[in-house]
């Protein structure tokens, strides 16, 4: 049967190039050909980051995986696909529903359990790549912002950007102070918007309308107070509007609205639970209980939605999410269970520093532009001096000195290997601080019954029992019985736990 893919490729800022683009379908399609994988379309986002989804060739690639027309996504490396550790779970578990692997043209990933936990990792360290250089930046920015400079997007309306400093626009500056002193002795936004109108006044160009008039009156900057990350800054836009009007009107705003947005609330066993009589999915549910406080559960669908008679039981979220990250945390924290991944995760690191592909492309590519730089001078010396000719000397040159600075990268990722030391406090802090994770990468399945629960792992192909070493990764399931029904409403602490667990 032969084999489909599909390729994404991505860079994220003006700094690179279309020949990134060319660099990553390249090396796609040399692994798809040596591997007898046939490439049946490609997606692209160019300038786009991957901390988040927001890619629109990313998401159609999503879309159209459920057509189930390809198998694979190859990548050039993982951190194209995503470097955010949690949208790439999500979307990794969408593919993987409608039967699609991504895999990295670069960087090998066994199928095994310690592959799982080295592409986890490989994950890991692209969002911190990332963050590390958002964090540079910000400090680029706190600085010229205690300067009192602006460090780009757009400026309010009532303000122009002169030599990186916000300056009063004054005939635009005093509608704000119109808007604000109209709200502030009580005239309604839609009369406001009537005036404004009526005296033929725009905003940017356009008549004002409800949502611009609001985004003035709560937009601090107007009083002289922006804020970023916590810190405050008073110098770096000029007061339009005195601070106690700006308080006023925004006393009155709050005191005005109506009703409140809906918390964002994450549901880290999503996707992963059945119900154990109906077999339909559970899923996050929430209610309001008599006191008004928001309550958040997991509900079996064929009860909630009567696509059966089920009488399976609500179960708060909050409970059910510590028992099964309690038991993922025991399974992990055990000895052989840690030790198994440290050892092929070093094995791995061995693996990698010993055959980086990635290093190996950049100096073959740098060898090659080396060359054409050779070939350009020569025909300068024999007198083509064109403008294509220089121009394309120019591209090389400019090249040239972007692969020596990826080299340099590789190099430094190479050379700084993890001890075994550190891996052991990576999975010790993973264990306290990111729980989505070790669901997503250890948890297959969970089942869910009024008096017990069945947790199914991840579990290696082919293992024996009997093999101690990696007796921690065979564990099928994990059932854990409850000492009593569980009702609808209950406190954390009311629960009470007998565990069983059967190899």
Do not use: W
Not at 135 to 160: A, D, H, V, W
Not at 247 to 257: C, E, G, L, P, T
């Amino acid at each position: 049967m032969i084999r489909t893919a599909v390729i994404y490729a991505r860079y994220s800022s003006d700094s690179q190039t279309e020949q990134s683009i060319d660099g990553q379908l390249r090396v796609c399609e040399e692994y798809a050909q040596k591997n007898d994988i046939l490439i049946l379309d490609t997606y692209i986002d160019r300038a786009m980051t991957g901390t988040n989804d927001n890619r629109p060739d990313f998401q159609r690639m999503i879309r159209d995986s459920a057509k189930r027309t390809f198998g694979y996504v190859l990548v050039y490396k993982f951190d194209r696909f995503s470097r955010n550790k949690y949208e790439t779970a999500i979307h990794k578990k969408a593919l993987k529903d409608n039967g699609v692997k991504v895999v990295s043209a670069t960087e090998f990933v066994p199928d095994t359990p310690e592959g799982i936990i080295f592409e986890s990792m490989l994950e890991g360290y692209a969002e911190y790549y990332s963050a590390e250089l958002s964090q540079k930046i910000r400090r680029g920015n706190n600085e010229s912002r205690r300067k009192g400079n602006l460090t780009g997007g757009t400026l309010p309306y009532g303000y122009k950007n002169v030599n990186k400093k916000a300056v009063i626009v004054p005939e635009e500056a005093d509608i704000v102070r119109y808007i604000y002193e109209r709200y502030s002795i009580g005239v309604y936004v839609k009369d406001i918007i009537a005036e404004l109108n009526g005296k033929g006044l725009l905003h940017k160009g356009k008549p004002f309308v409800a949502n611009t008039v609001y985004g003035i009156l709560g937009n601090e900057r107007y009083s002289g107070i922006y804020r970023h990350n916590g810190e405050v800054f008073d110098n770096i836009y000029p007061q339009i509007v005195p601070k106690e009007t700006f308080d006023k009107v925004r006393a009155k705003v709050n005191a005005n609205k109506f009703g409140k947005r809906s918390e964002h609330i994450t549901y880290l066993l999503k996707d992963k639970i059945k119900c154990g009589y109906c077999g339909r999915s559970v899923i996050g549910d929430n209610g309001t209980a008599h006191n008004g406080e928001r309550k958040y559960y997991y509900t079996c669908q064929g009860r909630k939605k009567k696509l059966t008679d089920c009488r399976k039981q609500s179960i708060r979220k909050d409970i059910l999410e510590k028992i099964v990250l309690e038991c993922v945390i025991e399974q992990i924290q055990k000895a052989n269970s840690l030790d198994f991944i440290v050892n092929g995760i070093m094995k791995e690191q061995e693996r990698q520093a010993q055959a980086n592909i990635v290093l190996n492309l950049l100096l073959k590519e740098r060898r090659t532009t080396e060359n054409a730089i050779k070939n350009i001078m020569t025909a300068i010396e024999n007198g083509g001096t064109t403008n294509t000719v220089m121009n394309r000397l120019r591209e090389l040159e400019n090249r040239q000195a972007e692969l020596e600075r990826q080299i340099l990268i590789e190099k430094s990722k190479t050379a700084v290997q993890l001890t075994e030391k550190q891996i052991r406090e990576f999975y010790s802090q993973a264990l306290a601080l990111e729980p989505k994770l070790l669901i997503n990468y250890l948890v297959k399945q969970v089942t869910l019954y009024d008096d017990k629960i069945e947790i199914q792992f991840n579990a290696p192909i082919n293992v024996s029992p009997d093999d101690e070493s990696r007796r921690g990764f065979s564990l099928c399931s994990k059932t854990i019985k409850l000492s009593y029904k569980v009702p609808f409403r209950a406190d954390l602490a009311k629960y009470q736990f007998e565990v069983e667990i059967y190899l």
